[in-house]
T-cell receptor, first 113, second 113 residues
């Protein structure tokens, strides 16, 4: 089955540690995205990549970093500079940057204590 | 049952009734709109989309209506079932901001048996 795989589903880290969230897609989509979702809120865009080897900051990129070395992979690193990292992180992909629906993974819930 | 997404975030309906979830979008230049369903602990699931050259689009048990004059989008669910209980998000392509998706805050739909 084609889809997006995020791993792990739950992740626990101590404050001050960097952590990398995995996102893999086998849909052959060009565009990929990382969103953050906090309780009772909508989705906020962290980073996006319209094509392999290229990515741009979204609305809340501070404290995060990404890479897009392969079309199917878009890992997100939550650095110690992120002041409030505990959240539900969602990865998505789409055939093209605009005008096509996003397909989401089932998320990674990160808890930092 | 009917709701306005931003002002009445919870909609409760009886099983078998029709549901209407509303969304007021922000940008008159937006040309693509999407509805998503999100169940607890999962990623958003694509339901239906519509482009600005259309007023109505139908899927299986769902209909999306677009009123560009008043910048209003609605999702109608026919014969609502318990499995429809979820949070529903609308999103628009912001034509003036590199066509990023702008997300609504969501409406929670509760279906009573």
């Amino acid at each position: 089955d084609g889809g997006i795989t995020q791993s792990p589903k739950y992740l626990f880290r101590k404050e001050g540690q960097n952590v990398t969230l995995s996102c893999e897609q086998n849909l052959n989509h060009d565009a990929m995205y990382w969103y953050r979702q906090d309780p009772g809120q909508g989705l906020r865009l962290i980073y996006y990549s319209q094509i392999v080897n290229d990515f741009q900051k979204g609305d809340i990129a501070e404290g995060y970093s990404v890479s897009r070395e392969k079309k199917e992979s878009f890992p997100l690193t939550v650095t110690s500079a992120q002041k409030n990292p505990t959240a539900f992180y969602l990865c998505a992909s789409s055939i093209a940057w605009a005008g096509s629906p996003l397909h989401f993974g089932n998320g990674t819930r990160l808890t930092v204590t | 049952g009917e709701s306005v997404g931003l002002h009445l975030p919870t909609l409760s309906v009886q099983e078998g009734d029709n549901s209407i979830i509303n969304c007021a979008y922000s940008n008159s230049a937006s040309d693509y709109f999407i509805w998503y369903k999100q169940e607890s602990g999962k990623g958003p699931q694509f339901i239906i989309d519509i482009r600005s050259n259309m007023d109505k689009r139908q899927g299986q048990r769902v209909t999306v209506l677009l009123n560009k004059t008043v910048k209003h989008l609605s999702l109608q669910i026919a014969a609502t079932q318990p499995g429809d209980s979820a949070v529903y998000f609308c999103a628009e392509n912001d034509a003036g901001n590199n066509r990023k998706l702008i997300w609504g805050l969501g409406t929670s739909l509760a279906v009573n048996p």
